[in-house]
């Protein structure tokens, strides 16, 4: 473990405003929100074949949503560690799941490895490397009846249908296919 480079007050902030950009970088990719991912990024990061800056990150962030009607993302174990009053790295645990139009229902259990800098006195990310333990395709646990919470347990909840991608998708399916995924009533 390395030493922090200021005081333990100062660095329990810092710790705090970093962990929010995992947090809020997940609800960027649930809501689709390019400018939300944009503002957690320093305006010179880099983003490979993309290039630099905000405008590469938009180009990546549309490009890579293209096609998801789902995408929820849990974080776990998020490990900092400071390298200068204005720089940290770390490591965030994620467990990924999504709906795509190329590869279906999908489960990923991935590590993100970040640098942080602190940019105008903000914690933002100056990188961040997403490293894939390993990718399933399920069979869609949205490709069933809508569970009508409390009503029933199982089937589709309500979130889904606040995305325009993810309703047009269930809009698409086949209703029929729902009579071997149909939900016993008891009656």
Do not use: K
């Not at 473990?1 to 970088?25: N, T």
């Not at 047009?168 to 399916?173: F, G, I, P, V």
């Amino acid at each position: 473990m390395s030493e922090s480079p200021f005081g333990s007050m100062e660095q329990a902030i810092a710790r705090d405003e970093i962990r929010q950009l995992a947090y809020r970088y997940s609800l960027a990719l649930e809501r689709r929100d390019a400018d939300a991912m944009i503002d957690l990024f320093v305006p010179h990061a880099r983003f490979g074949a993309y290039g630099e800056g905000p405008e590469a990150l938009r180009r990546l962030t549309e490009e890579s949503l293209a096609g998801m009607q789902l995408t929820v993302v849990l974080v776990a174990n998020h490990l900092i560690e400071f390298d200068a009053p204005d720089r940290a790295h770390g490591q965030v645990w994620a467990r990924c799941y999504a709906q795509t139009e190329s590869d279906g229902y999908l489960e990923q259990l991935l590590r993100y490895e970040d640098r942080y800098e602190r940019h105008d006195g903000v914690w933002r990310f100056l990188h961040r490397r997403h490293r894939l333990w390993f990718g399933a395709a399920r069979p869609s646990p949205l490709a069933q009846p809508q569970a009508n919470w409390p009503e029933r347990q199982v089937g589709v909840g309500d979130i889904p249908f606040d995305n325009p991608a993810f309703q047009r998708w269930w809009d698409q399916l086949d209703q029929q296919s729902f009579s071997n995924n149909r939900v016993d009533d008891g009656d």
